[in-house]
């Protein structure tokens, strides 16, 4: 049975069309809700208890690993970034010279920098795998996979436009080749089915304020057992054996706690944020993300067929996601008369060069695309 329409729980004003939640996210009514009581908390210090700074992280951690199909929660760490995400693994790679670091072309800046460092530091190369038209993205990325290849970093579709990556055939030949294999999940996971059983990649890092709806400075990841026994970025109090026990903080502990809690940023316990997180992720889990992708299908179907009636170009439904797709202009438009016609009638999407990036969700309806089409047709 597919998903009805959830724009009832969010506060978006009748005269917005918000197309671009893989820019930041809504929150809706529960989330809302959430942060509230976590403000109370924090108006009220003397109500806080001492298992407040853990349990609901554990919570938290629970519904992340049933999101990502991962069976041990102790695996799945709070961060605040993807790029504190990506900065942990890295700081757990030694290359050797010559090493090469796989990379897709026009890569969000979060998972390339920390990588272009490592590069330099070792010697090592980065290889970026483009893409010419005609060509396909998974063919290009299985060749570029090599004996040199020590990484391959990479989300499971193309951050901009929704390609699709074959992330199974990539974690295999990166296997074979004995390489980790680093996904950024951040405009993917919440909306698009993922297994971590199914794929295996050594680290998975996914921002948490756009498909996860969580306040903007959230982001979670899980990590492999190559990770297992690695060096945090930072060392705080919480993440040590027995650090539930006030009294005794001062004894210092050498041991972390198990696998990726190791990993987690300092004041994890934040009381307004995870409060607001779980709140998402229940939700989420409700709703599946098979069933979001879905209704996005249905919601944005006759859209395309319209769009590429105007001449604009869009991958084919098979190869490219339904919750995010790009939409190749046609050359002769004027992107800043276009730009400036979106912004004054309240319609809201992200341009990407001569690429508009739709992104919706179950607050959107098919009636939401007919403004950007009506406006669009103006300019072609």
């Not at 900065?87 to 272009?116: D, H, M, R």
């Not at 026994?229 to 650090?243: A, H, T």
Request: net charge neutral; proline share 4%.
């Amino acid at each position: 049975m597919s998903l009805p329409n959830q724009k009832h729980l969010f506060d978006l004003p009748e005269d917005i069309t918000y197309l671009n939640i893989a820019s930041q996210s809504p929150a809706f009514k529960a989330i809302y809700e959430a942060g509230l009581e976590g403000l109370k908390q924090k108006n009220r210090p003397y109500t806080i208890k001492g298992s407040d700074y853990f349990e609901p992280v554990v919570t938290l951690k629970k519904l992340f690993a049933a999101l990502i199909d991962v069976s041990d929660y102790n695996r799945i760490a709070t961060i605040p970034s993807v790029s504190y995400g990506i900065a942990t693994v890295t700081n757990n790679i030694v290359l050797q010279e010559g090493n090469e670091i796989l990379v897709i072309e026009e890569q969000f800046p979060s998972n390339y920098y920390s990588w272009k460092n490592l590069a330099d530091t070792y010697n090592a190369t980065i290889k970026t795998v483009s893409k010419k038209e005609g060509e396909l993205w998974d063919t290009n990325i299985l060749n570029a996979i090599t004996d040199k290849t020590a990484v391959v970093a990479l989300g499971n579709i193309h951050w901009s436009n929704g390609s699709l990556f074959d992330v199974k055939a990539i974690s295999k030949k990166a296997k074979q080749h004995k390489a980790l294999l680093i996904i950024d999940g951040s405009q993917t996971i919440g909306a698009l089915p993922f297994s971590v059983k199914e794929i295996q990649p050594d680290a998975l890092i996914c921002a948490g304020y756009k498909w996860l709806f969580g306040p903007y400075g959230c982001a979670y990841a899980y990590y492999g057992a190559y990770f297992d026994n690695g060096k945090p970025l930072e060392e705080n109090w919480s993440n040590r054996l027995g650090s539930e026990n006030f009294a005794g903080l001062t004894n210092y502990q050498s041991e972390y706690k198990q696998l990726a809690n190791r990993y987690q940023v300092g004041e994890s316990g934040n009381f307004i944020y995870v409060k607001m997180q779980i709140a998402a992720l229940q939700q989420i889990l409700e709703w599946t993300p098979k069933g979001i992708q879905e209704y996005c299908k249905n919601i944005s179907a006759e859209a395309v067929k319209e769009l590429k009636a105007l001449g604009c170009k869009i991958e084919d439904d098979d190869q490219r996601t339904h919750h995010l797709f790009g939409i190749e202009l046609p050359k002769n438009i004027h992107l800043d008369a276009l730009k400036k016609d979106l912004a004054s009638n309240n319609i809201f999407v992200s341009f990407r060069g001569n690429y508009i990036r739709i992104s919706c969700h179950l607050f959107n309806t098919a009636e939401d695309l007919k403004p950007l089409i009506k406006h669009l047709n103006n300019h072609v």
